[in-house]
């Protein structure tokens, strides 16, 4: 059975939210960021008009007004972005149980059924976005095709408020064009490396010799390969709402079974340091550490702990990770098949810091400054430039790339 | 709502106030809540006649989004909102 798939993204989110609430500044050039006072706020989401005088998100507020002094900026309000983007995970629900949330304004919703067809699906989409109009006041691209990768990509097409159908008989004239990086999976570090064979969109990915790809990316490359041909086969999951919505996570099945608890180790790295990187990239930080294992058997085991603090550092999450990963004796799964860590109990970035001891905060918070100009030269060069040690002694692992790669199966998460 | 919007430049004013409402309601079996009498800023209480519709909405000129109620009151049509559990109408500024 050919499969329907919907990815939906609201667009600008948390700026359209906040229009919601103020209608009065429709038209202007707006951003939600930090709070003024906190010096490093940035930008984390901006109205169509402030995108287009070049705000970006992730920009440090006072480069925004540099570059539009008319920018209004408002702070954020999660919680009122949380309630909104339950209610639209709500409205989906309507239509289907298989809704996977990617962090808060982005869904991929699988209606396939006997009797559903792509056309049904794009009337589906045009209903979802007159809802989302109509009972939210914010706006939707939703792309549709007969898989997750190709209904993103649709999603990313066009924006505001549009619905793209990618079919069997248009895809090769809609995706083949794009440019390679566009794809999921494939990041900044790869691209210059397809470069070199002549590779610049995802049809040349897609028709380049099998056996280069194989040949020079190994099994990634084929991966890249079978999704450019639109051969992607990974199944929406019905993620719990108030975990996919309440946490930030991301799993992984690594090319090879990891065997070894530095193996291990070395993919939790990764996956922190992508999870970490979303947090700060919403505003957030969380108090509570999730991990899942899953073995060659597909045995899956699952727990969490809360820490004194709410955190955004890779480093602190990959610790807890670890340390409930050989405190549950879970070392006797190896080897395992794949691994997810997540973070949850949110709270706003700006939040003050709690400290019982000055000195603890004081190093915290410069370890957070650290984090950021990470985030940045990252941002920059392509996540894989700065790698912790322990990823770099071992490259079987390290191709993986989690936050570039926009791992697309997050936090199948169970609580207890 | 308040907000800090300090270094924000001049924004325009609100395109309408909301006006709060006491609402006396009665909770159907079917979980749906139905207003049956509205008390007005000044006191006055006033008599639903009719609920004509209940539909997720947003208030578009005073900002927010919930459930929009459209009543009939003293044989006149008029829009209220429930939002984040209180309840308004809007009042135009410019009258
Ligand atoms: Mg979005």
């Given at each position: 059975?050919?499969?329907v798939?919907?990815?939906?993204?609201?667009?600008?989110?948390?700026?359209?939210?906040?229009?919601?609430?103020?209608?009065?500044?429709?038209?202007?050039?707006?951003?939600?960021?930090?709070?003024?006072?906190?010096?490093?706020?940035?930008?984390?989401?901006?109205?169509r008009?402030?995108?287009?005088?070049?705000?970006?998100?992730?920009?440090?507020?006072?480069?925004?007004?540099?570059?539009c002094?008319?920018?209004?900026?408002?702070?954020?309000?999660?919680?009122?972005?949380?309630?909104?983007?339950?209610?639209?995970?709500?409205?989906?629900?309507?239509?289907?149980?298989?809704?996977?949330?990617?962090?808060?304004?982005?869904c991929?919703?699988?209606?396939?059924?006997?009797?559903?067809?792509?056309?049904?699906?794009?009337?589906?989409?045009?209903?979802?976005?007159r809802?989302?109009?109509?009972?939210?006041g914010?706006?939707?691209?939703?792309?549709?095709?007969?898989n997750?990768?190709?209904?993103?990509?649709?999603?990313?097409?066009?924006?505001?408020?549009?619905?793209?159908?990618?079919?069997?008989?248009?895809?090769?004239?809609?995706?083949?064009?794009?440019?390679?990086?566009?794809?999921?999976?494939?990041?900044?570090?790869?691209?210059?490396?397809?470069?070199?064979?002549?590779?610049?969109t995802?049809?040349?990915?897609?028709?380049?010799?099998?056996?280069?790809?194989?040949?020079?990316?190994?099994?990634?490359?084929?991966?890249?390969?079978?999704?450019?041909?639109?051969?992607?086969?990974?199944?929406?999951?019905a993620?719990?709402?108030?975990?996919?919505?309440?946490?930030?996570?991301?799993?992984?099945?690594?090319?090879?079974?990891?065997?070894?608890?530095?193996?291990?180790?070395?993919?939790?790295?990764?996956?922190?340091?992508?999870?970490?990187?979303?947090l700060r990239?919403a505003?957030?930080?969380?108090?509570?550490?999730?991990?899942?294992?899953?073995?060659?058997?597909?045995?899956?085991?699952?727990?969490?702990?809360?820490?004194?603090?709410?955190?955004?550092?890779?480093?602190?999450?990959?610790?807890?990770?670890?340390?409930l990963?050989?405190s549950?004796?879970y070392?006797?799964?190896?080897?395992?098949?794949?691994?997810?860590?997540?973070?949850?109990?949110?709270?706003?970035f700006?939040?003050?810091?709690q400290?019982?001891?000055?000195?603890?905060?004081?190093?915290?918070?410069?370890?957070?400054?650290?984090?950021?100009?990470?985030?940045?030269?990252?941002?920059?060069?392509?996540?894989?430039?700065?790698?912790?040690?322990n990823?770099?002694?071992?490259?079987?692992?390290?191709?993986?790339?989690?936050?570039?790669?926009?791992?697309?199966?997050?936090?199948?998460?169970?609580a207890? | 709502m308040?907000?800090?919007?300090?270094?924000?430049?001049?924004?325009p004013?609100?395109?309408?106030?909301?006006?709060?409402?006491?609402?006396?309601?009665?909770?159907?079996?079917?979980?749906?809540?139905?207003?049956?009498?509205?008390?007005?800023?000044?006191?006055?209480?006033?008599?639903?006649?009719?609920?004509?519709?209940?539909?997720?909405?947003?208030?578009?000129?005073?900002?927010?989004?919930?459930?929009?109620?459209?009543?009939?009151?003293?044989?006149?049509?008029?829009?209220?909102?429930?939002?984040?559990?209180?309840?308004?109408?809007?009042?135009?500024?410019?009258?």
């Amino acid at each position: 059975m050919a499969r329907v798939i919907l990815h939906a993204d609201a667009n600008g989110f948390y700026a359209s939210v906040e229009l919601v609430y103020r209608p009065e500044l429709r038209g202007l050039p707006l951003s939600v960021g930090g709070d003024q006072e906190a010096r490093h706020g940035i930008v984390l989401a901006s109205s169509r008009e402030a995108k287009r005088r070049g705000i970006k998100t992730g920009m440090v507020l006072w480069q925004a007004r540099q570059l539009c002094p008319e920018l209004v900026i408002l702070p954020p309000n999660f919680s009122r972005y949380i309630d909104f983007s339950e209610k639209l995970r709500k409205i989906y629900q309507e239509y289907s149980p298989r809704v996977e949330s990617y962090g808060l304004d982005e869904c991929w919703v699988d209606i396939s059924n006997p009797d559903v067809s792509l056309e049904d699906g794009k009337r589906l989409a045009d209903e979802l976005r007159r809802r989302a109009r109509a009972e939210l006041g914010i706006t939707l691209s939703i792309g549709v095709s007969w898989n997750k990768i190709f209904a993103k990509l649709g999603s990313d097409y066009e924006k505001p408020d549009a619905t793209t159908l990618i079919s069997p008989e248009n895809y090769k004239d809609i995706v083949w064009p794009l440019p390679a990086g566009d794809l999921l999976f494939v990041g900044p570090r790869t691209k210059p490396k397809l470069a070199k064979y002549r590779i610049y969109t995802i049809g040349d990915i897609a028709n380049a010799p099998d056996e280069l790809l194989s040949q020079r990316f190994g099994k990634v490359g084929r991966m890249h390969q079978c999704h450019a041909r639109g051969m992607d086969e990974s199944p929406v999951m019905a993620v719990g709402t108030e975990t996919a919505i309440k946490s930030v996570g991301n799993s992984t099945t690594t090319p090879q079974d990891m065997s070894t608890i530095d193996d291990v180790r070395c993919v939790y790295t990764l996956l922190s340091e992508s999870v970490a990187t979303r947090l700060r990239e919403a505003g957030l930080k969380g108090r509570c550490i999730s991990i899942s294992v899953r073995d060659a058997q597909l045995n899956c085991e699952a727990c969490q702990l809360s820490i004194d603090h709410h955190t955004a550092l890779a480093g602190e999450i990959r610790d807890v990770a670890m340390q409930l990963f050989t405190s549950r004796g879970y070392a006797h799964m190896l080897p395992l098949r794949s691994v997810g860590v997540s973070c949850s109990s949110l709270t706003s970035f700006y939040a003050p810091l709690q400290m019982d001891l000055m000195g603890k905060a004081a190093s915290w918070e410069k370890q957070l400054k650290l984090a950021k100009s990470v985030d940045q030269i990252r941002r920059r060069y392509g996540t894989q430039i700065i790698q912790r040690g322990n990823v770099l002694a071992n490259p079987a692992f390290s191709g993986i790339n989690p936050h570039d790669d926009h791992v697309v199966h997050p936090v199948p998460f169970y609580a207890g | 709502m308040s907000f800090t919007n300090t270094g924000n430049p001049s924004l325009p004013p609100s395109l309408a106030q909301r006006a709060y409402l006491g609402v006396y309601t009665y909770t159907n079996p079917q979980g749906q809540i139905i207003p049956t009498r509205i008390r007005w800023e000044d006191g006055q209480e006033w008599e639903i006649d009719r609920v004509l519709d209940i539909r997720p909405g947003t208030a578009r000129k005073a900002g927010g989004a919930g459930l929009r109620y459209l009543l009939r009151i003293a044989g006149q049509e008029r829009e209220i909102f429930l939002v984040d559990g209180r309840w308004f109408a809007e009042v135009s500024l410019d009258t």
